[in-house]
């Protein structure tokens, strides 16, 4: 896990935008079908917006199983397996719960090879000491040969409850990218 409590360079709130994440989600949906691999993905903070990023392509139903919306502690647990100890001691808005979030998506179907999630506090409200608001966690997860790899990041967006949930989709599509091996250009938005 990696932890990172500052705002995302390259991510300037005028720089976030639908174009920007459905070229990505094009981008990750080409390298998936030249894999024969598919993708799913869990959301909390972000509502849908990443299945919805995935989506807005063309022909996604090849290389897109499923995404699960699940906003409240309850659904975690009922529908991905988030353990209820796990929201108990590091509470939603963490790494550790990012982590059994991309793992219960791809624990839900053996058809999955790649997911992610994203768990935060999009804002305006609900910023508690040391999770601020645009602090979101992210999942990474991989199915290989070995069993499920996994790992996960956090990251500070700026700006309001829409930049923020636009700027962890974008993050997450290029953490996606990044997952499978695909050169993602960081410095660029």
Same mark, same amino acid.
């Not at 174009?19 to 972000?46: H, I, K, N, P, Y």
């Not at 309850?74 to 100890?85: N, P, Q, T, Y």
């Not at 990041?153 to 930049?163: E, I, K, N, S």
């Given at each position: 896990? +990696?932890?990172?409590?500052?705002?995302?360079?390259? !991510?300037?709130?005028?720089? #976030?935008?639908?174009?920007?994440?459905?070229? !990505? /989600?094009?981008?990750? =949906?080409?390298?998936?079908?030249?894999?024969?691999w598919v993708m799913g993905t869990a959301e909390s903070c972000t509502g849908g917006l990443l299945a919805g990023?995935?989506?807005? &392509?063309?022909? +996604?139903?090849?290389?897109?199983?499923? =995404?699960?919306?699940?906003? +409240?502690?309850?659904?975690? @647990?009922?529908?991905?397996?988030?353990? /209820?100890? $796990?929201? %108990?001691?590091? =509470?939603?808005?963490?790494?550790?719960?990012?982590?059994?979030?991309?793992?219960?998506? #791809? !624990?839900?179907? *053996?058809?999955?090879?790649?997911?992610? +999630?994203?768990?935060?506090? /999009?804002?305006?409200?609900?910023?508690?000491?040391?999770?601020?608001?645009?602090? @979101?966690?992210?999942?990474?997860?991989?199915?290989?040969?070995?069993?499920? $790899?996994?790992?996960?990041? $956090?990251? &500070?967006?700026?700006? %309001?409850?829409?930049? &923020?949930?636009?700027? *962890?989709?974008?993050? /997450? #599509?290029?953490?996606?990218?990044?997952?499978?091996?695909?050169?993602?250009?960081?410095?660029?938005?």
């Amino acid at each position: 896990m +990696s932890t990172q409590h500052k705002p995302v360079p390259g !991510l300037a709130p005028a720089s #976030l935008s639908q174009a920007q994440a459905l070229g !990505l /989600a094009e981008r990750l =949906g080409a390298a998936l079908q030249r894999r024969g691999w598919v993708m799913g993905t869990a959301e909390s903070c972000t509502g849908g917006l990443l299945a919805g990023a995935v989506t807005a &392509v063309a022909g +996604s139903s090849a290389w897109f199983e499923r =995404g699960f919306v699940t906003y +409240s502690n309850a659904a975690k @647990v009922a529908e991905l397996g988030v353990s /209820a100890d $796990t929201l %108990d001691r590091y =509470g939603a808005v963490s790494e550790a719960v990012a982590l059994e979030m991309a793992n219960g998506v #791809l !624990l839900a179907s *053996s058809g999955m090879q790649i997911a992610a +999630s994203t768990t935060g506090i /999009a804002g305006p409200g609900g910023a508690t000491p040391g999770k601020p608001v645009g602090m @979101v966690c992210f999942g990474f997860a991989m199915r290989g040969a070995d069993g499920i $790899t996994s790992r996960a990041f $956090t990251q &500070v967006f700026p700006g %309001d409850r829409a930049q &923020v949930r636009q700027g *962890s989709v974008v993050y /997450a #599509l290029r953490g996606l990218l990044e997952l499978i091996g695909e050169p993602v250009n960081r410095s660029r938005p």
